[in-house]
């Protein structure tokens, strides 16, 4: 046989081994390879390969095991998602604010004194002012689970979190942007991913309460400045939890002028958007162009977020990087447990969670523009209520020198940095954090000297 010839049926043979049944008809009548012997063959699958979760390339095996994997977001299951309240806790509460259903928890020091005897008494007399919790980005009610009990019973109070929009079990309400104000009340078309909602939903909550004024602890800076803005009469104090707002620099950076209260004046914010509308102030005849390029970059840059291909880099996103920022969040990620995984993923099986949070990407971009139209530096000294900043001494999601910047920045605040310790010292370090909170709450409340040094825990 000629070397021609002895390269076609080796050609042909090998071709054979893919196995491409619609081929086969071609090869019937050929002869047989007389060298077939000598080719290396195609070994068949492992017989344990099936029970080890290897499959060959392509076969059914294979293909349900990647549509299996195509279907899970964060490891949860997204082919059957389901409405919020079946995802419910036994103490889970839901009431209708502005057409959302907000998921709430409450916990009451009496209730929880008469089931738990062991609870220590209550440091303080009984205050008029109960806590307002508000969780983080990508957080819940969840985050404050094990704070809350330690909190009312502090104070003998009340204490009630709930979950901001696209966020938790709260409701994904997609209804606002076809709605329109009413005569009576304009705030119906308000968008529930906005700031300004979450501001009117906290101010709910201490009317909710029957309380006159409420202590706000809030991850989310925006919404709790806002919150003392809108109602200042309303907000006894604030305790703001590694906040993630780029905090204003001072005219004075002495760390001893700070550490002793003396430092007070604020460098207004030299953003860009800032340098844009003094560009805009100077040359009048571009001031038209500029914020009709700045309008239609926020609407075309609003649209994509809000489009399917948005949604769909959102789910890559959550996927690829959503357990690994729980885990960065903490101080030693060997700490997060497996309850802590499920109550921060449980959001996922509800239906229109990634709309939702697109909704929110898309309002929070707004938000920014507003603020940095907005002399917020100004406007920090104009809070007189006491202020506690707490931080992490290693948050690697906003490093605790922002906080300290911060605290600067507002005239009433005390900061202080709990060591050992990530971005959520509520969870992370819980007994530390309540006790943080029981000391400011006597230098403010209990009749003592306020103390204005920083200090590490």
Known sequence: MSTSQQLAFQSLTLFNFTDCSRHRRYFVNFPADPYADSYPKL??????????????PYSDEWKAKTNEKRKRIAGIDQVEL????????????????????????????????????????????????????????????FSWSRAMK??????????????????????????????????DDGSRSLNPYSIAFSTHAT??????????TAILAFCWFLVAVNSYFEAPERVAALILVSPAIFAPL???????????????????EASYSKALANLSQNAPNGEGVINVLNLLFKKALSAIIRSAIGVLLIRMAIDKFGLAAIRNAWFDPNQVTERTITGYTKPLRVRGWDKALAEFTAATLANVDALSKSPLSKRLREISCPVLIVTGDTDRIVPSWNAR?????????HLEVIKDCGHLPHEEKVEEFVSVVEEFLQRAFGGSEELCVPTVV
């Open 43 to 56: 070994l068949p699958p492992r017989a344990d390969a099936s029970s080890a979760g290897v499959y060959p």
């Open 82 to 141: 389901l409405h919020p309240e079946l995802l419910a806790d036994p103490d889970s509460r839901f009431c209708d604010f502005n057409g959302v259903r907000i998921h709430y928890k409450v916990c009451d020091a009496a209730e929880s004194q008469s089931h738990d005897s062991e609870l220590p008494a209550a440091s303080f007399a009984k205050l008029d002012f109960p806590f307002i919790l508000l969780h983080g980005f990508g957080a819940s009610v």
């Open 150 to 183: 330690p909190l009312a019973q502090l104070t003998a109070s009340k204490v009630v979190a709930f979950d901001r929009p696209a966020f938790g079990l709260t409701s994904r309400d997609f209804s606002f942007a076809n709605s329109s104000p009413t005569p």
């Open 203 to 212: 101010l709910y909550f201490v009317d909710l309460l029957k309380a006159r």
């Open 250 to 268: 001072l005219v004075d950076n002495s760390v001893e002028g700070f550490y002793s209260g003396r430092s007070k004046k604020i460098e207004g």
């Open 405 to 413: 910047r911060l605290a600067q920045a507002l005239p009433s605040s």
